[in-house]
């Protein structure tokens, strides 16, 4: 092989080197583009989303001061409810005292 068929071979082999190339980057762009009508789709469902992540964190708020309230209104039956229930073990209580002392006046009389 001479010189020349050297460059040649080589020039060859470097074009088709650079063909090969150019036209991987031409595919990968091909299949990779987006056009504008994906972008404004892609904006729209980015406003979507921002929006509904607001609705979330504000219904999150609405249960969590729900919840607050709930549980102070059940904090405050309870109590209500433990009131209740001493004030009539103690009318119980005064009942039984004086049914006693009711069946000591009938029985000493």
Not at 14 to 28: E, I, P, R
Request: proline share 0%; hydrophobic share 45%; aromatic share 8%.
């Amino acid at each position: 092989m001479s010189r020349t068929d050297f460059i040649i071979a080589t020039a060859a082999i470097l074009f088709v080197a650079f063909v090969l190339g150019w036209f991987a980057n031409w595919l990968v762009h091909r299949f990779t583009r987006v056009s504008a009508r994906d972008v404004s789709e892609l904006d729209r469902i980015s406003q979507e989303l921002h929006e509904a992540e607001e609705t979330r964190d504000e219904a999150i708020t609405y249960l969590q001061q729900r919840e607050a309230e709930l549980s102070n209104k059940l904090h405050q039956t309870e109590a209500e409810l433990n009131a209740t229930m001493d004030g009539l073990r103690d009318a119980r209580a005064e009942v039984e005292e004086l049914r006693t002392q009711l069946q000591r006046a009938k029985t000493g009389a």
